[in-house]
């Protein structure tokens, strides 16, 4: 077998993306202010998603300040794409809208403020990616909704599943045949932890 690069986490710690001002403002805050973000190699995976699929909507759970709904609007190749996202408190909604704004998709982005479980059951889709980043404890709840709303062949892509609130979302879908799914746990450098899990699943049924 090859030898394997050593120390590899400070070897892989030398590939995270750049980034512009704003994103780098808003890592900033999130660490100040202590907020949970998906940091720069997630965010950069998250946009190399979005344009590979030639993605014309998607669905965001979980809004935050914006940081990660700006990755996203970047992947959207369609001029008339739009990214919906989901945020259920208010005043995080209105920084979430200006920053944005500021990035230049205030046209691209609709903010939606609630409880995921309710807003969900408003919308049509069908949207060809939905990424979750709520609640741990939510995501079985949110399943449901994210399957009806996904166009067959969609992803599905959720943030921190090496939490333990999300076992149970886990091993449900893990089990569900109208998924194929794959549970990664990796270093994923300024990311809220570094060290954290990501599932990836396609709507087969």
Known sequence: MPD???DAETYFRGF???????????????????????????????????????????L?????TGYSAIYLARGISNSGGILTTI????????????????????????????????????????YDLIFMDIEKADYQKALSGCHSLLRLGGLLVVDNVAFLGASEFNQTIFADNHWRCVHLYSLLPNHSPEKDGLTLAVRVE
């Open 87 to 126: 945020e259920r408190d208010e005043a995080m909604a209105a920084r979430a809208r200006e920053n944005i704004s500021r990035a230049g998709f205030a046209d691209r982005v609709e903010v939606r403020v609630g409880e995921v479980s309710e807003i969900l059951e408003t919308l049509e889709g069908p």
């Open 60 to 64: 965001e759970l979980g809004t935050a």
């Open 4 to 6: 394997m690069i050593p």
């Open 16 to 58: 995270i993306p750049p980034r512009d001002e704003l994103l780098i403002e808003l890592e900033q805050e999130a660490q100040q202010e202590h907020i949970p973000i998906i940091g720069p190699v997630v965010g950069e995976f998250l946009y190399i998603l979005a344009k590979a699929m030639n993605c014309r909507a998607i």
